[in-house]
């Protein structure tokens, strides 16, 4: 078997990908096509779970399941698009992990619109400027976003999908004479979690670290200057066209971001494997057991809690709190459905969805 044959016959499989590829996205259009006379929706995450639970059982191959998913979660971005173009709002700027988070979900083809604070992303799918806000909920290592959380109790949205991605921080720069790199900017908690690969590195030399607004303007400034480099996201260094000198320079690859895609008006099928949030504004939790009881409630229904966040409802004087509630399960399960039924006046349903890959 020679060199030239393989690639002969890598090149006819190629051209079989493509006609089989042509093929479901016109199938896809004749579901777009159904989709819009009934006014569905088209983004159906437990539907795009069910397709790649099915393959990964099918797989006896090379593919790895994480491979499998990269591919065809695109092939549903580029399925989804072809359906009906929806805009994505997301917390920018662009190439913020955000940004990356959003792509991870809707594939690089989707409109995206890059908005500067959390609030305006929620603001802007309230408003239907777009379909789907995408915003970080939580870090596994700096813990939550409070702005998040206190708006999913002001705004009236829902949770359609959360996505779980790893932190990882590349080192850009034009130049790969470390002695010749006079300044390298990133934002100031990204330093920190870089901190081992910038003391062994570049202990001794001259470059000065540089705080800015956002690993973004880290890679944009980096653009600009031969003699500067960023700490940044690999989206940040693709999209300002910086080269990557040094991948993965964070001081723990455990590093993971939680983020929560919103809605307007949105309700997931059961997938088998879902998270269902809610909040809860408990009558006088001042009272003792209160809150004990509320909880004793998922206990005695077998119902695992996954998160409870206090925040405080910031009426009147008195020291009153509300809680984000996070657990395994769907609505449409008996034992949530008793819950929600018997507390309908105390809890704010905020979505079921599926479970982010961990």
């Known amino acids: 078997m020679t060199l030239e044959s393989l690639r002969t016959q890598i090149d006819g499989i190629d051209d079989q990908l493509l006609t089989l590829l042509n093929q479901r996205m016109d199938l896809v259009r004749q579901v777009g096509e159904l989709k819009k006379t009934s006014n569905s929706i088209i983004y159906r995450p437990e539907r795009e779970k069910q397709i790649l639970d099915r393959l990964h059982r099918l797989n006896d191959g090379l593919m790895t399941p994480s491979a499998i998913d990269a591919i065809y979660l695109e092939i549903f971005a580029v399925s989804r698009n072809l359906e009906m173009p929806e805009r994505i709002a997301y917390l920018g700027p662009e190439g913020s992990f955000t940004h990356q988070a959003a792509e991870s979900r809707f594939g690089a083809m989707s409109e995206y619109l890059a908005l500067p604070n959390i609030r305006s992303v929620f603001e802007s799918v309230e408003t239907g400027r777009a379909r789907f806000g995408v915003v970080p909920i939580e870090n596994n290592q700096e813990g939550v976003v409070n702005e ?58 001259p470059a000065e670290l540089v705080p800015v607004e956002s690993t973004s303007k880290a890679a944009k400034l980096a653009a600009q200057n031969p003699r500067a480099a960023a700490v940044c996201s690999h989206i940040a260094s693709k999209l300002f066209g910086v080269p990557v000198l040094f991948d993965n320079i964070e001081d723990t690859d455990l590093n993971r971001t939680r983020f929560l895609i919103l809605a ?55 020291f009153r709190y509300w809680f984000l509630i996070e657990f395994e399960g769907h609505a449409e399960d008996a034992p949530v459905r008793e819950i929600l039924q018997h507390h309908a006046a105390d809890v704010k349903w905020l979505g079921s969805y599926v479970r982010a890959l961990e």
Request: net charge neutral; proline share 4%; with cysteine.
């Open 148 to 205: 998040t959380i206190d708006l999913l109790y002001e705004k009236d949205l829902v949770i359609a999908a959360e996505a779980q991605i790893p932190v990882h921080f590349t080192f850009a720069t034009q130049t790969d004479v470390l002695g010749d790199i006079t300044h390298i900017y990133s934002k100031d908690i990204a330093f920190g979690q870089c901190s081992k690969f910038l003391k062994e590195y570049f202990e001794g030399l």
């Open 264 to 318: 307007k008006d949105f309700k997931n099928q059961r997938s088998g494997n879902d998270k269902t949030t809610l909040v809860a504004r408990l009558p006088n939790t001042n009272s003792p057991g209160v809150l004990a009881q509320f909880l004793q409630e998922f206990n005695a229904r077998r119902i695992n809690l996954t998160k409870i966040e206090s925040r405080p409802l910031r009426e009147g004087a008195t």
